[in-house]
C-alpha cells in the first residue's frame, strides 16, 4: 500500500528493491518505474482498502530512494512535476497545469516514454496531482500572491504615514492636556497673551472661515458650473482652465501679497476682516472650481439628456439634475477649502490679522466683537506669536492652542463628511 502524507501518496523506487516483493512503501520499494507506473494506474482506479480514487488537489509521489530502508535527502520541490485533469475535455495534454494530461494511464505512459524520468536519481521525486476543473492555475494564483504583496506594502506604507500623525497628536494632547477646560475656551488671553485663554482668536478664526466661505463657495460652484456645463471647448476654455490648475500650486505668500495689492491698497478695504477673507477666498477657489468640476462631470450624460427630451432648459437640468447627484462632490473641495483657511496665516498676516486685540469677555460683543472693517486676531497667527514672539509663555498654553486649532479643524471636517455621505446616500445612480 502506498503511504499518504496529507494529500500526497507517495510511491517508493530503489534500483535495490525487489519486483516481487515490493509494494511500494519505503521499506520495499519497486525496483522500477514500470512496476510504480501499473500499480499507481490500478490503485487509484478503484476503491481498495485505504486507497482511493484521485480526488481534486491530491497527488500522486513516485520518491527515488537508494536502497530499501534508507531514504535519500529529498529535494524541497519535486524534479517533475506534471497534471491530471480526468473531468476536463482536452484534445492533447502535454501534462502541464494548462495542458493537462486527460487520465492516470496517460499520464504514466508518457512518463516512462520519457528518458529524463527514466534516468531519476536517489532523493529525486515524480509529482502527479489531480487538478480541479475550475481551479486556479499557475498564473491565476502568482496574481493573487501578488495582489496580496501589493496590499501588504501599501498596508505597510498606509501605517508609516498614520503611525506617525498618531504619536504627534498624541504628544500634543499629553502636554496640552493640563490646560484645557471650557474656561480656556471662552476666556480671552491675559498678561500680555501669557495666561488666560483663547476666545478672541478663536472667534477671530470662525469669523475669516465663514466669511471666506460665503465667498468663495458661491463663486466657485458657479464658475466649475458655467466651465463644465456652458463653455465650449475652444482656446479660452483652456486657457482659464489651465490658469485654475496653475493657482491651486501657487504659495499662500504670494496670494498674500496679491490680497495686499488688490483688497487692502486698490479696493480700499484696509487691513481688515474683511480683506483677509477675501484672500482666503481667492486663495481657495481652484480647489472648489476643480472639485466642482469633477464632480458635474460624474454625473452620466444621459440624465442631462433624459431631462431635456422631456422639455426641460439647461439651467432647469442643472439645477434640479446635475447638481443634486454631484453635490457631494462639490462638498469635498468646500471641506478642503475650510481646512486650508482655518490653518493659513501668511495670507491674512500682511491683510488683516493683527497681534492682540481686546474683546469683551461677556454679553453680545463678546460673540460678535469684530466688524467686517476691523483688523481680528486668528488662531494660526496667535499660535506663531505666543510661540516666537511672546515670552514666559507655558507650553501648556501653547500645546492647548494647537490642540484647539486642530480641533477646529476636525469639527468642521466631520460635519461636512457626514453631510457629504447623507447626501451622496441619496443619489439616484
Known sequence: MPELFDRAFQYFVSPAGSDERGDGTAG????????????????????????????????????????PGFGSPLRKKPRFQYFVAPDEVALAGDGTEAAPWSDLETATAELLRMPAVRQIRPGDRIQLTRREVFSAGIIERRKVMVDRLVKIGLMIVTAALVLPLLAILADLFVKAWPILSWRFLVENPQNYMTAGGIWAPLVGTVYLVVISLAIAAPIGVLAGVYLNEYAGDNWLT????????????????????FGVGAFVLFAGLGRSVLAASATLAIMTLPVIITSTREALSAVPQSFREACWNMGASRWQTIRTIVLPNSISGILTGVILQVSRAAGETAPILFTGAVFYVAVPDTGLASIFPYSLTDRCMALSYHLFTISTQVTGVSEALQYGTAVVLFGLVLTVNLVSITLRVYLRSRKRW
Do not use: T
Not at 525496483?31 to 478503484?46: E, G
Not at 482511493?52 to 513516485?62: H, Q, S, T
Open 28 to 67: 520495499r520499494p519497486f525496483q522500477s518505474l514500470d512496476r510504480a507506473a501499473a500499480l499507481i494506474v490500478d490503485n487509484h482506479r478503484k476503491e481498495l482498502p485505504g486507497i482511493k480514487p484521485l480526488g481534486g488537489g491530491d497527488e500522486v509521489e513516485i520518491v527515488c530512494i537508494e536502497r
Open 238 to 257: 483652456r486657457l482659464v482652465n489651465l490658469a485654475v490648475v496653475n493657482l491651486a500650486g501657487v504659495p499662500s505668500i504670494v496670494h498674500a501679497l
